[in-house]
């Protein structure tokens, strides 16, 4: 098994910190592993005292973004 975590881009406002992920590499039964996602963190004194993370597989096919945003947009039980 492997892992790489790459912090694409991060913000601290306060004592909250968040950061844009992607982790990759290979599961221990061989499966690829393909996630991004933010994370929230809460500090103090230099230490994180809570966490937060929204983090979820990468979908390799699919309708793709604009697709989705249409679907939200058009809102439940509506049909293209």
């Given at each position: 098994m492997?892992?790489?975590?790459?912090?694409?881009s991060?913000?601290?406002?306060?004592?909250t910190a968040?950061?844009e992920?992607r982790?990759?590499?290979?599961?221990?039964n061989?499966?690829r592993?393909?996630m991004r996602g933010?994370?929230?963190?809460g500090?103090?004194?230099?230490?994180?005292?809570?966490?937060?993370?929204y983090?979820?597989p990468v979908?390799?096919?699919?309708?793709?973004i604009d697709?989705a945003v249409?679907r939200?947009?058009e809102g439940?039980g509506?049909?293209?």
């Open positions: 492997d892992f790489q975590a790459e912090l694409l991060s913000a601290t406002a306060g004592d968040w950061g992920w982790w990759q590499g290979t599961r221990a061989g499966t592993l393909e933010v994370t929230l963190f500090t103090r004194d230099d230490r994180i005292i809570w966490g937060r993370l983090v979820e979908e390799e096919t699919g309708a793709g697709e249409k939200m947009a439940p509506q049909e293209s």
